[in-house]
């Protein structure tokens, strides 16, 4: 008798018992990154990053489209950011032949999140970044802060345009184009 109640409380556990979530996404994550020039920093920034991550497969991927990139700068007038923004779409990034930007890569450790304790835990994944048709291996590291449903992740990533064939003039590029952090900020939500 002792062993049937045994034996039905195994059947029931799993159904009493929910586990810790192990996958979360959002379409509305931030994507930002800054060109230091001598007379001002140039800014794009997109609010239209979707990113989702499996903890328990251990990947991470990010996409976005090229034209969600927005220059809001104090420096220049909003008609010239959108020169700023017509220029980075149609020259450098070719937005029409190149729509979008896409990261897949694996966590290079397991992620271990405590739901509630709002600690973060540090991360660094290791995959390929399609930018301007061109896949690279790319590195990104940062946090995931667990709330209550959901997580927060802060990462960033160095790139050099030049390697994904993004044609950037030498007497620009030499300057302020070697290389560019990205960074990307959201809350992603379980699902």
Do not use: C
């Not at 018992?17 to 920093?41: C, E, H, I, L």
């Amino acid at each position: 008798m002792i062993l049937r109640y045994f034996l039905l409380l195994l059947l029931l556990l799993p159904a009493v018992y929910k586990a810790p979530a192990q996958q979360y996404r959002t379409t509305s994550a931030d994507a930002s990154f800054a060109v230091n020039a001598p007379a001002k920093t140039i800014t794009g920034e997109s609010h239209a990053v979707s990113v989702r991550i499996d903890l328990k497969q251990g990947f991470v991927q990010l996409k976005t489209k090229v034209q969600s990139f927005r220059f809001s700068n104090n420096f220049v007038a909003d008609t010239l950011n959108q020169v700023v923004r017509d220029r980075f779409n149609s020259y450098y990034m070719e937005s029409d032949r190149f729509p979008e930007i896409i990261y897949n890569a694996r966590f290079s450790s397991s992620i271990r999140l405590k739901a509630g304790n709002g600690a973060p835990v540090a991360f660094r994944t290791e995959g390929k970044l399609l930018l301007h048709g061109v896949a690279q291996p790319a590195v990104a590291e940062g946090t995931l802060t667990p709330g209550k449903g959901s997580v927060t992740v802060r990462a960033h990533m160095r790139l050099q345009p030049a390697t994904y064939g993004i044609r950037i003039p030498p007497y620009i590029g030499d300057m302020y184009f070697k290389e560019v952090e990205i960074v990307v900020e959201g809350t992603l939500n379980t699902f």
